[in-house]
T-cell receptor
Framework: RKEVEQDPGPFNVPEGATVAFNCTYSNSASQSFFWYRQDCRKEPKLLMSVYSSGNEDGRFTAQLNRASQYISLLIRDSKLSDSATYLCVVNPNNDMRFGAGTRLTVKP | NAGVTQTPKFQVLKTGQSMTLQCAQDMNHEYMSWYRQDPGMGLRLIHYSVGAGITDQGEVPNGYNVSRSTTEDFPLRLLSAAPSQTSVYFC????????????FGEGSRLTVL
């Protein structure tokens, strides 16, 4: 079993749609959680951290369920510029483990 | 702002050749790491370092060596390249040893024939 698992997609949605991505992790010792965004042929960049109480940054909402070892990312009012691959990341020790990513395409 | 700089951006090797991927950061970050990214596999950690003189293995260390003689530099050495090492390699750093945002270089695309 992979340490971090994500639905690979692709998710194809129209502009303005709401889309949700899920991620599960296997290491219960994981202490911190993140969502990164990666554009085609570019390096990953931090989108947002995920806090225990859930957190929001504009159109983006992240949730964490430690009991189920589950993380989610919700994007509201999708924009064309949201098209990218979204990577779920957990930090069990000094290193960080990445999911394979969920690809999102937002269409006009 | 330079951030994390990787060189070369592209490289083609023959099986059995050796090479070094260079990584430098100018943010005085303690932690540096190397990942490889393959289709459907996500980023996998090769080696990491929590400070000068300290290195440790990640998930897929075989066939790679690293050293951290300075805070700024963290080169990745391929000892004897194999086609299975064809991948995109990313160097990343963060300020703290155990937590915080990872900053990535632009990646190095390596093909081993």
């Amino acid at each position: 079993r992979k340490e971090v698992e994500q639905d690979p997609g692709p998710f194809n949605v129209p502009e303005g749609a709401t889309v949700a991505f899920n991620c599960t992790y296997s290491n219960s010792a994981s202490q911190s959680f993140f969502w990164y965004r990666q554009d085609c042929r570019k390096e990953p960049k931090l989108l947002m951290s995920v806090y225990s109480s859930g957190n929001e940054d504009g159109r983006f909402t992240a949730q964490l369920n430690r009991a189920s070892q589950y993380i989610s990312l919700l994007i509201r009012d999708s924009k064309l510029s949201d098209s990218a691959t979204y990577l779920c990341v957990v930090n069990p020790n000094n290193d960080m483990r990445f999911g394979a990513g969920t690809r999102l395409t937002v269409k006009p | 702002n330079a951030g994390v700089t990787q060189t070369p951006k592209f490289q083609v090797l023959k099986t059995g050749q050796s090479m070094t991927l260079q990584c430098a950061q100018d943010m005085n970050h303690e932690y540096m790491s190397w990942y490889r990214q393959d289709p459907g596999m996500g980023l996998r950690l090769i080696h990491y370092s929590v400070g000068a003189g300290i290195t440790d293995q990640g998930e897929v260390p075989n066939g790679y060596n690293v050293s951290r003689s300075t805070t700024e530099d963290f080169p990745l050495r391929l000892l004897s390249a194999a086609p299975s090492q064809t991948s995109v390699y990313f160097c990343a750093s963060r300020r703290d040893r155990s937590i915080g945002e990872l900053f990535f270089g632009e990646g190095s695309r390596l093909t081993v024939l």
